[in-house]
């Protein structure tokens, strides 16, 4: 399955739940009207697309340099428009960009023997879906990279991030909670285990990689606390949704006055 297709789909993503947890009018106005990726979403999904599914990165095509109003670059880009589709034309500093990600991702020994066990003898881009049982809720997951079952990771999800904050262990950790990668992680595992018994998994491993020289890489497996923080988000945001759907009701802040109060970290200005 394609990742169009997928994103197709209605089922109840981990994406959605990232709008559901600000209000059930954000994740409704989502549903009605879509998203337009941004900058970095682009970015993420060609990156994947070089790491995970190299046969289909050879669709890419590398920008022409220069000024592309000469004359000789103008003839250059034609030649590319002749072979690809404008949007699968990359500007040249972008895709040299993912090219050194890809790379340094696969320098590092414990990504690289992650993604090989998947692509060789596993799954990558995998679409799971399956009803939650307790609030009938139809979810979904695509999930990076599943490590072949006779592989010494048969016991793990794989995840690819990109990120521009950092991927040090103490800045990643925040990244971690700010993008709700733990909640990914429980909603993931929960997925792939309704739809493989034979194959359960447990652990949840993230690959992060920097946007920027020298596009250091981390690996990291979420602790069982980290999960099952995630699982609780995901619990109650099943329940929010369930409710939603069936009542047709998308609140967003609530319709009363409330208190407001500063923030614990406020201290007096003024002495």
């Known amino acids: 399955m394609n990742n169009e297709t997928y994103h197709a789909r209605p089922e109840l993503s981990n994406s959605m739940m990232t709008k559901l947890l600000k209000s059930p009018a954000h994740l409704k106005y989502y549903l009605d009207n879509g998203q337009e990726p941004t900058p970095a979403m682009i970015l993420g999904t060609q990156v994947h697309t070089a790491l995970l599914e190299p046969g289909e990165w050879t669709q890419y095509a590398r920008g022409v340099e220069g000024d592309r109003r000469t004359k000789a670059v103008k003839a250059e880009h034609q030649k590319l428009l002749e072979q690809y589709s404008p949007d699968q034309i990359i500007k040249h500093e972008t895709y040299d960009q993912i090219e050194a990600m890809v790379e340094s991702v696969l320098l590092n020994p414990s990504a690289a023997t992650l993604l090989k066990s998947a ?60 993008f709700g990668y733990h909640r990914q992680a429980a909603h993931y ?70 208190t407001l109060e500063l923030p614990s970290w406020a201290t007096p200005r003024i002495g």
């Open 119 to 178: 692509q060789s003898d596993g799954h990558v881009e995998e679409s799971v879906f399956y009803t939650d049982p307790i609030t009938k809720v139809s979810c979904k997951a695509r999930i990076d990279a599943v490590p072949g079952a006779s592989s010494m990771y048969n016991d793990c999800l794989v995840d690819f991030k990109t990120t521009g904050t950092g991927a040090d262990l103490e800045t990643f950790s925040k990244t971690v909670f700010n």
């Open 189 to 258: 595992l929960s997925c792939w285990n309704n739809t493989n018994p034979d194959n359960p998994r447990d652990k949840f491993i993230i690959i992060a990689c920097e946007k920027t020289p020298p596009y250091a890489v981390a690996v990291y497996e979420l602790d069982n606390g980290s999960v099952e923080m995630g699982a609780y988000e995901v619990a109650r945001l099943k329940e929010l949704y369930a409710e939603c759907i069936a009542t047709d009701t998308w609140e967003a802040y609530g319709k009363t006055i409330q």
